[in-house]
């Protein structure tokens, strides 16, 4: 078979917990993929002290959200699940949703009709 793929690193180093005193390590994650790639970094405004930026790695049919979440030491790997509007991701007990330019943050394990902890508006900085 004679088939062009492209590989795609994931630059995200995610620290694995260990023990107090043992070495940091990381990991490395590789997508294969026959299309394009696309890596996009969008900035929310989520009425917080600071802007809150996330990076889309879409390489189907992988497609992934890098989100700090407070309270976790390092981002959030959360990958797309289905959705009946919008993209919804998912990573541990949290779902990241986004619609056009809004996207809210739930924690899953405050119930199904759980107000978002998160809500947030892409910060267009276009002139």
């Known amino acids: 078979m004679n ?3 492209i590989v795609t690193v994931v630059a995200a180093l995610l620290l694995l917990s260990v023990p107090a005193g043992a070495a940091q390590s990381s990991l490395q994650i590789e997508l ?8 996009r970094m969008v ?13 889309y790695l879409n390489a189907a049919p992988n497609f992934l959200a890098l989100v700090p979440v ?6 959030l790997v959360f990958a797309a699940v289905i959705s009946a509007s919008g993209v919804r991701y998912a990573a541990g007990q949290w779902i990241w949703w986004s619609q056009g330019v809004d996207a809210s943050l739930y924690d899953a394990t405050l119930g199904e009709d759980a107000e978002a902890v998160l809500t ?8």
């Open 70 to 75: 407070a309270g976790e030491v390092e981002e």
């Open 32 to 39: 294969g993929t026959g299309g394009d790639f696309e890596r």
């Open 43 to 55: 900035t929310y405004d989520c009425a917080a002290e600071a802007p809150l930026v996330v990076t």
């Open 3 to 5: 088939h062009s793929t």
């Open 120 to 127: 947030c508006t892409e910060i267009n900085n276009t002139p």
